[in-house]
């Protein structure tokens, strides 16, 4: 008797030549709609899955490989008498390899002008069933569900008529994962048309973007998953033009960078380094901007990432050249700057679409068996809630220096203090167990730069400390949230010094 093969596929890539080997092999093909007549117009002889049912294809479609003929045929234990014995009495003739993937609901709900109709008709029923119940019994069954296992399959089979138990069950695991992904993403999908924001159950899926050397440390394993249909603005989405694989901490620190620059819309530069910024600038230009971001601290930029909204020209090209970097990221590079840059054979440059996304991602944070979930922190300044209750209101300069400080500061490790002028930070104080010490380190870097400079928090003062110390470095202007018990006492102390003090009242606390 012939080996029995069913093979529907919306992927038609390979198909035809998969199909006509097996053939070639001794298999009867059985097929439906699409596939059966590419197989067809390829010379593969095949028979119509309503020849196996015994009935025709109901429905547009919507039914057609739902019936006892496939799926007795797909989870039968051929090694257990009985079950033969039902095949027998019903005239059901086993299947022994199947060939599915899905109708395209990634593809379907990637268009901008998908309508709902269409993604609910882009959800598959019949495809996942023939899988699942094929991987169920993957000691009996093949099952393929990715044209890159093809050729491994048509080998065994080459080799001995037959595949190995070990490659089945590989296999099978494959068809878990993909139906898992699928049923994901239509979950994630149908949710957000629910309008659920908090679902009793949340199912995530990401591909495999590439394998890692390892993690933050060599003895960590690591590997770089994308989201699909995720952010086009993001390092899972650029494109890489130069130098070495990219490694996990770079990884961190660039999305890091990114996620900073893209809340300027003039020239602006990021320097990162261990994903708290080091310098940021804006200017005229690119070139002015990174000035800018690298005489904020010259040291820490050593090693860093550099993050810019602009193309990179040949003259801030030439600058960064003088630089030991370990990405530059950018919307483009011109002739003449990527000639010079990529001289440096490691140096990593990538490109990246610089879309602000309508809808941030939500922000997926994994412990110790769980995961925390929560908005990205897109919050601005919102001027209806801004007061200022010092004696002294900020000039026009010293705002220009507030709002670029308080745009920096949201994204430093907490506790975080910030020191800037109107287009440049002067000193950054991350991640410190008190905001006073966050404070000396920032202005310590600034020196002689915070005469006249404005100091942002990314959270309230609890007591007055950080503004006198701010005060005896010369800082004229403060923005913090606000919000604390001892607020009098700061804003006291800052009218002491003459320092015009903003309340946000918005937190920025980033762990």
Request: aromatic letters at 6%.
């Amino acid at each position: 008797m012939k080996k029995r093969a069913l093979i529907s596929v919306s992927d038609k890539n390979g198909i035809v030549e998969f199909a006509r080997e097996l053939a070639g092999l001794g298999f009867e093909i059985v097929s439906t709609g699409g596939t059966k007549k590419a197989l067809a117009d390829g010379g593969v002889p095949v028979i119509g899955i309503s020849e196996v049912t015994g009935f025709p294809e109901i429905l547009e479609g919507r039914v057609k490989t739902l019936h006892p003929n496939i799926h007795g045929a797909l989870l039968a234990k051929m090694g257990d008498e009985s079950h033969r014995s039902v095949l027998e009495e019903h005239s059901i003739v086993p299947i022994e390899l199947v060939c599915v993937n899905l109708y395209p609901f990634q593809q379907t709900i990637a268009k901008s002008d998908v309508t709902v109709e269409d993604a609910i008709e882009n959800i598959d029923i019949g495809g996942p069933s023939m899988l699942r119940s094929s991987a169920k019994n993957h000691d009996c069954v093949t099952v393929v569900v990715d044209p890159a296992d093809y050729e491994t399959v048509l080998g065994e089979y080459r080799a001995s008529g037959k595949t190995t138990h070990e490659t089945r069950r590989k296999l099978a695991a494959k068809v878990f994962r993909h139906t898992a992904a699928y049923d994901a993403m239509i979950a994630e999908y149908m949710t957000d048309l629910a309008g659920e924001e908090k679902p009793e159950k949340l199912t995530v899926t990401y591909e495999l973007k590439q394998s890692l050397r390892y993690g933050e440390n060599p003895h960590q394993q690591a590997a770089f998953y994308r989201k699909p249909l995720g952010s086009a603005f993001s390092v899972a989405n650029a494109e890489q033009l130069h130098g070495k694989e990219l490694s996990y901490n770079n990884i961190n620190d660039a999305n890091a960078a990114l996620q900073i620059v893209k809340e300027f819309d003039a020239p602006a530069a990021v320097a990162v380094k261990h994903m708290n910024p080091c310098g940021v600038g804006t200017g005229k230009d690119v070139f002015d901007a990174f000035t800018k971001a690298f005489e904020a601290d010259p040291v820490s930029i050593f090693g860093g990432i550099i993050a810019l909204n602009r193309e990179v020209d040949a003259a801030t090209a030439d600058k960064l050249y003088e630089i030991f970097l370990e990405i530059i990221i950018a919307p483009s590079f011109s002739e003449e700057a990527f000639a010079k840059l990529s001289a440096k054979k490691n140096l990593r440059l990538l490109t990246i679409p610089f879309i602000h996304e309508a809808k941030p991602e939500m922000k997926l944070t994994s412990i110790e068996g769980g995961l925390l979930v929560q908005d990205e922190d897109a919050q601005g300044l919102d001027e209806e809630k801004v007061t200022v209750p010092t004696k002294r209101q900020p000039t026009a300069e010293e705002w220009e220096a507030l709002k670029l400080g308080w745009k920096v500061v949201k994204h430093v490790k907490s506790n975080a203090i910030v020191v800037s002028g109107s287009n440049e930070t002067f000193g950054i104080g991350a991640g410190q167990m008190n905001r006073v010490g966050a404070a000396k380190i920032a202005l310590e870097q600034a020196g002689a730069r915070a005469q006249g400079a404005a100091l942002a928090s990314d959270a309230f003062f609890p007591m007055d400390d950080t503004v006198e110390a701010a005060a005896k470095a010369g800082i004229t202007a403060i923005i913090q949230p606000g919000g604390s018990v001892r607020d009098q006492d700061s804003i006291a102390k800052a009218d002491e010094y003459g320092i015009a003090m903003v309340f946000t009242g918005i937190r920025h606390f980033r762990h």
